[in-house]
C-alpha cells in the first residue's frame, strides 16, 4: 500500500527565514511525487512534480529514495506563500490513475 | 485553459436525503475523480473513473456511489446522506498519460444536518 505523511499540521514563520515543509512516503515501487498548493479562496493546483526538478516561485523538491522523503524547501519565504501545501504520491499500472496525498502542511508566514 | 466546475458551492441537506454532486470538465479529458478533503486528513479519493460508463473504487468508497454516462461528466451520489458524509468534496480531471496532471474544480462543500 501506498502512503504520504506530512508530520506538520502547521508551519509559521517569518517573511524572509527558509521554509522546510516535510514529506514522508512508502511506496514498493518507483514512484512519482508532486507538490499541489491551495491558496486562500483558490482551487488547488499543481505546484511541481519530482521528475521535473525545477524551481516554481522559488520552490524546490528533491526526491530522496533513501530517506523516502520529499520535502518542500524554499530559501526566503513571502507572505504570499501563505496556504495549504499538499504532498502527493502516483502509483504505476492502473494505480497509476490514482493520487495518494498526505494529510496537508497549512503554511503561514508572518510579516 | 482547463475548466472543471462543480455544481454547487455549498450545499446543505439533511440526514437520509439523496444527494447528487456533479462535476463538468470541458478539456476532453479521460479521466475523472471524486475526492473529500477534510482538515488533517488531506484529500482522499472515493472513486474515479477513466473512461465513460467505467469506474474504480478509491479508498473510501463506502456510502457514495458514481455515474459517468458522458465524458464530460461525472457525478457523485450519496444513496442516504449521513452526518459523517459532512465535508468538502473536490472534483478533479487528468487528460490520458502518465505524466499529467490532474486539475481540480473549485469544491463544493457539504453539510449533512
Known amino acids: 500500500a501506498q502512503r504520504v505523511t506530512q508530520p506538520e499540521k502547521l508551519l509559521s514563520v517569518f517573511k524572509g527565514a527558509p521554509v522546510e515543509l516535510k514529506c514522508n512516503y512508502s511506496y514498493s515501487g518507483s514512484p512519482e511525487l508532486f507538490w499541489y498548493v491551495q491558496y486562500s479562496r483558490q482551487r488547488l493546483q499543481l505546484l511541481l512534480r519530482?521528475?521535473s526538478r525545477e524551481s516554481i516561485k522559488g520552490f524546490t523538491a528533491d526526491l530522496n529514495k533513501g530517506e523516502t522523503s520529499f520535502h518542500l524547501k524554499k530559501p526566503f519565504a513571502q507572505e504570499e506563500d501563505s496556504a495549504m501545501y499538499y504532498c502527493?504520491?502516483?502509483?504505476?499500472?492502473?494505480?497509476?490513475?490514482?493520487?495518494?496525498f498526505g494529510g496537508g502542511t497549512r503554511l503561514m508566514v508572518k510579516p | 485553459d482547463v475548466k472543471v466546475t462543480q455544481s454547487s458551492r455549498y450545499l446543505v441537506k439533511r440526514t437520509g436525503e439523496k444527494v447528487f454532486l456533479e462535476c463538468v470538465q470541458d478539456?476532453?479529458?479521460?479521466?475523472m475523480f471524486w475526492y473529500r478533503q477534510d482538515p488533517g486528513l488531506g484529500l482522499r479519493l472515493i472513486y474515479f473513473s477513466y473512461d465513460v460508463k467505467m469506474k474504480e473504487k478509491g479508498d473510501i468508497p463506502e456510502g457514495y456511489s458514481v455515474s459517468r454516462e458522458k465524458k464530460e461528466r461525472f457525478s457523485l451520489i450519496l444513496e442516504s446522506a449521513s452526518t459523517n458524509q459532512t465535508s468538502m468534496y473536490l472534483c478533479?480531471?487528468?487528460?490520458?498519460?502518465?505524466?499529467?496532471?490532474?486539475?481540480f474544480g473549485p469544491g463544493t462543500r457539504l453539510t449533512v444536518l
Open positions: 502527493a504520491l502516483k502509483g504505476a499500472g492502473n494505480a497509476g490513475n490514482m493520487l495518494t
Open positions: 478533479a480531471s487528468r487528460p490520458r498519460g502518465q505524466m499529467n496532471e490532474q486539475f
Open positions: 478539456m476532453d479529458h479521460e479521466n
Open positions: 519530482h521528475i
